[in-house]
Protein backbone atom coordinates (compact mmCIF):
# COMPACT_ATOMS: atom_id res chain seq x y z
CA UNK A 1 0.00 0.00 0.00
CA UNK A 2 1.43 3.57 -0.93
CA UNK A 3 1.60 5.97 1.70
CA UNK A 4 -0.73 8.85 2.20
CA UNK A 5 -1.56 10.90 -0.26
CA UNK A 6 -2.67 14.60 0.04
CA UNK A 7 -4.81 14.38 -3.81
CA UNK A 8 -5.90 12.11 -5.82
CA UNK A 9 -4.02 12.86 -9.06
CA UNK A 10 -2.10 9.44 -10.70
CA UNK A 11 -0.28 9.09 -13.26
CA UNK A 12 -1.02 6.01 -15.64
CA UNK A 13 2.74 5.13 -15.76
CA UNK A 14 2.73 4.62 -12.27
CA UNK A 15 0.21 1.48 -12.36
CA UNK A 16 1.61 -2.00 -12.65
CA UNK A 17 -0.50 -5.36 -13.77
CA UNK A 18 -1.29 -5.79 -9.42
CA UNK A 19 -2.94 -2.00 -9.62
CA UNK A 20 -2.44 0.65 -6.42
CA UNK A 21 -3.66 0.35 -3.09
CA UNK A 22 -3.36 3.79 -1.66
CA UNK A 23 -4.91 5.84 1.19
CA UNK A 24 -5.66 9.37 1.32
CA UNK A 25 -6.65 12.74 3.37
CA UNK A 26 -8.26 15.81 1.17
CA UNK A 27 -8.29 18.43 3.82
CA UNK A 28 -11.06 20.93 3.67
CA UNK A 29 -9.56 23.31 1.62
CA UNK A 30 -8.33 21.02 -0.88
CA UNK A 31 -11.70 19.31 -1.36
CA UNK A 32 -14.01 22.87 -1.63
CA UNK A 33 -13.41 23.68 -5.46
CA UNK A 34 -14.71 20.07 -6.42
CA UNK A 35 -17.77 20.16 -3.57
CA UNK A 36 -19.20 23.95 -5.03
CA UNK A 37 -21.05 24.17 -8.42
CA UNK A 38 -19.21 24.38 -11.85
CA UNK A 39 -17.46 27.69 -11.89
CA UNK A 40 -18.77 29.09 -8.95
CA UNK A 41 -16.32 30.99 -6.61
CA UNK A 42 -18.48 31.79 -3.96
CA UNK A 43 -18.43 28.73 -1.91
CA UNK A 44 -21.47 29.20 0.23
CA UNK A 45 -23.48 26.87 -0.50
CA UNK A 46 -20.70 23.99 0.30
CA UNK A 47 -20.70 21.67 3.20
CA UNK A 48 -18.53 22.84 6.25
CA UNK A 49 -16.33 20.15 6.46
CA UNK A 50 -15.13 19.73 10.16
CA UNK A 51 -12.47 17.10 9.21
CA UNK A 52 -10.35 15.66 6.60
CA UNK A 53 -11.59 13.66 4.20
CA UNK A 54 -10.27 10.57 5.12
CA UNK A 55 -10.05 7.20 2.95
CA UNK A 56 -8.74 4.29 1.23
CA UNK A 57 -8.55 3.02 -2.73
CA UNK A 58 -7.63 -0.18 -4.51
CA UNK A 59 -7.21 0.89 -8.13
CA UNK A 60 -7.11 -1.79 -11.37
CA UNK A 61 -6.40 -0.53 -15.13
CA UNK A 62 -7.82 -2.61 -17.77
CA UNK A 63 -7.34 -0.71 -21.09
CA UNK A 64 -9.10 2.28 -20.12
CA UNK A 65 -11.10 0.52 -17.56
CA UNK A 66 -10.46 1.75 -13.90
CA UNK A 67 -12.37 -0.13 -11.19
CA UNK A 68 -12.04 1.71 -8.06
CA UNK A 69 -12.92 0.11 -4.34
CA UNK A 70 -12.56 1.64 -1.25
CA UNK A 71 -13.97 4.04 1.10
CA UNK A 72 -14.24 7.37 2.86
CA UNK A 73 -16.01 9.48 5.98
CA UNK A 74 -15.70 12.75 6.75
CA UNK A 75 -17.25 14.69 9.68
CA UNK A 76 -19.14 17.53 8.55
CA UNK A 77 -21.64 20.57 9.93
CA UNK A 78 -25.45 19.47 9.20
CA UNK A 79 -28.91 20.74 9.67
CA UNK A 80 -31.57 18.66 11.63
CA UNK A 81 -34.27 18.28 9.37
CA UNK A 82 -36.51 18.40 12.44
CA UNK A 83 -35.19 21.10 14.91
CA UNK A 84 -32.95 23.40 12.64
CA UNK A 85 -30.15 22.81 15.07
CA UNK A 86 -26.51 22.55 13.63
CA UNK A 87 -24.91 19.47 14.76
CA UNK A 88 -21.83 17.47 13.48
CA UNK A 89 -22.20 14.40 11.52
CA UNK A 90 -20.79 11.69 9.43
CA UNK A 91 -21.05 11.09 5.95
CA UNK A 92 -19.45 8.11 4.82
CA UNK A 93 -19.27 5.15 2.20
CA UNK A 94 -17.92 2.30 0.39
CA UNK A 95 -16.54 2.81 -3.54
CA UNK A 96 -17.01 0.45 -6.04
CA UNK A 97 -16.94 2.27 -9.17
CA UNK A 98 -16.08 1.04 -12.81
CA UNK A 99 -15.07 4.25 -15.30
CA UNK A 100 -13.75 4.82 -18.58
CA UNK A 101 -10.66 6.85 -19.00
CA UNK A 102 -11.58 9.77 -21.36
CA UNK A 103 -8.65 11.83 -23.37
CA UNK A 104 -4.87 11.19 -24.15
CA UNK A 105 -4.62 8.64 -26.76
CA UNK A 106 -7.99 6.88 -25.82
CA UNK A 107 -9.07 8.17 -29.05
CA UNK A 108 -11.90 10.40 -27.34
CA UNK A 109 -11.57 14.02 -26.96
CA UNK A 110 -10.93 15.56 -23.57
CA UNK A 111 -14.04 17.55 -24.15
CA UNK A 112 -16.19 13.88 -24.26
CA UNK A 113 -19.01 14.23 -22.23
CA UNK A 114 -19.56 10.49 -21.85
CA UNK A 115 -15.89 10.63 -20.62
CA UNK A 116 -16.05 10.79 -16.46
CA UNK A 117 -12.22 10.57 -15.55
CA UNK A 118 -10.21 12.44 -18.29
CA UNK A 119 -6.51 12.41 -18.50
CA UNK A 120 -4.40 14.70 -19.18
CA UNK A 121 -0.71 14.81 -19.63
CA UNK A 122 -0.93 10.83 -19.03
CA UNK A 123 -2.90 12.03 -15.31
CA UNK A 124 -5.64 11.87 -14.56
CA UNK A 125 -7.50 13.00 -10.92
CA UNK A 126 -10.08 11.24 -8.84
CA UNK A 127 -11.22 13.69 -6.72
CA UNK A 128 -14.09 14.96 -8.48
CA UNK A 129 -15.50 11.30 -8.81
CA UNK A 130 -14.95 11.29 -4.89
CA UNK A 131 -16.65 14.72 -4.49
CA UNK A 132 -19.48 13.00 -6.29
CA UNK A 133 -20.21 10.12 -4.34
CA UNK A 134 -19.43 12.36 -1.05
CA UNK A 135 -23.01 14.41 -2.32
CA UNK A 136 -24.40 10.61 -3.29
CA UNK A 137 -23.90 9.74 0.44
CA UNK A 138 -25.47 13.25 2.18
CA UNK A 139 -28.52 12.28 4.09
CA UNK A 140 -31.55 12.73 2.50
CA UNK A 141 -33.14 13.58 6.47
CA UNK A 142 -30.01 14.95 8.61
CA UNK A 143 -30.77 14.12 12.19
CA UNK A 144 -29.58 15.49 15.16
CA UNK A 145 -30.40 12.37 17.32
CA UNK A 146 -32.59 9.53 16.48
CA UNK A 147 -35.06 10.68 19.05
CA UNK A 148 -35.05 14.40 17.89
CA UNK A 149 -38.50 15.83 19.33
CA UNK A 150 -38.04 18.74 16.41
CA UNK A 151 -40.04 21.98 17.00
CA UNK A 152 -43.40 23.06 18.13
CA UNK A 153 -45.95 24.04 15.68
CA UNK A 154 -47.56 26.31 17.83
CA UNK A 155 -44.48 28.28 18.71
CA UNK A 156 -41.93 26.94 16.88
CA UNK A 157 -39.73 25.97 20.08
CA UNK A 158 -37.18 23.38 20.10
CA UNK A 159 -39.04 19.96 22.07
CA UNK A 160 -35.31 18.85 22.50
CA UNK A 161 -34.87 21.88 24.95
CA UNK A 162 -37.82 20.76 27.12
CA UNK A 163 -41.83 20.98 26.72
CA UNK A 164 -43.39 24.25 25.11
CA UNK A 165 -46.52 25.80 27.20
CA UNK A 166 -47.64 27.45 24.32
CA UNK A 167 -51.43 26.92 23.35
CA UNK A 168 -50.35 25.86 20.02
CA UNK A 169 -48.49 23.24 21.34
CA UNK A 170 -51.53 21.85 23.55
CA UNK A 171 -54.02 21.79 20.62
CA UNK A 172 -51.43 19.09 18.65
CA UNK A 173 -51.11 17.20 21.66
CA UNK A 174 -54.66 15.69 21.52
Known amino acids: METVRDNLRFSLDFFSEAGVSCEFVLSPSTLLPYLTA ?4 DPSGAPNLVTSLRGRLDLSL ?11 AVKTEMICA ?3 STFIGKVSDAIVEMVELGGSGSGRTEDDPDAFIRVKDGCFDLAPLVAELFWLSWPVRALCRPDCAGLCPGCGANLNDGPCLCRGAAATRH
Do not use: N
Not at 38 to 41: A, N, Q
Open 82 to 84: RCL
Open 38 to 41: SGEE
Open 62 to 72: AGRRLTVKGMF
